[in-house]
């Protein structure tokens, strides 16, 4: 259930334009082309991705705050800014809430972890990126909180589609790091699913530890600690 080790500001370019509408843009447009009207101001204009952000992220927060049985669109409103009529135009009702919002807030995490990984100069990077973006930043971190109230729910076929898509996403970017190294003499030659099983567990039951703030962990890195164990298996060609 992963999260961020760093938090980006909320109009994030790398988020997925989803549910963004063309109309505001072509009404946008023609007024730039007619010349009897005002120029529009294009910086107080709220595009329909940026406002689906800022609905995202509200309800990321009021969700590991109040959890789900005393959640109201009302409340996530509150936090956005916004009208609940609007609120309601980006989540339909509220049985939808949280798995859109997982989804959604899964898309933000990979797409901001593929531009750091981008930039990293080797696979051993890319895999302590990987560490940092999945364990949660801190006790009570609000996207880690957000999975365990997904989890919870009951799910229908679909909704357990949904939950299977975005766990098998961070399993597929973690075999792609590892397929990297070993190609390029980096990391050994391990059986990939089963590391992926084996590292993946590791992490989440780290990540458990790190959200129920067990005392052992007061004075000791749990990234490093991660990445003590998976150096170890992979055994880095430089420590060979």
Known sequence: MPTS???RP???PGVPAEGTSGAA???AGAAYRSADRPPVDRRR???GDEARGRAMRAAISVIAEKGTAALRMSDIAERAGMSTGHILYHF?????LLLEVLAWSQADLWARYQRAADQASSPAEKLDLFVRFYLPRHQGDERYALWTQVLAQRHDEAGRRTLTALLDGWDERLEAVVREGRELGEFADVDLPEFTIRAVAMLSGLSEDVMFGRSRWQHTS???FAMSALERELRLAREA
């Open 25 to 27: 843009d072509a009404e």
């Open 45 to 47: 204009q709220r595009s």
């Open 10 to 12: 909320p109009t994030d």
């Open 92 to 96: 339909g009702k509220k049985d939808r």
């Open 222 to 224: 749990v990234h490093a």
């Open 5 to 7: 080790e760093t938090e």
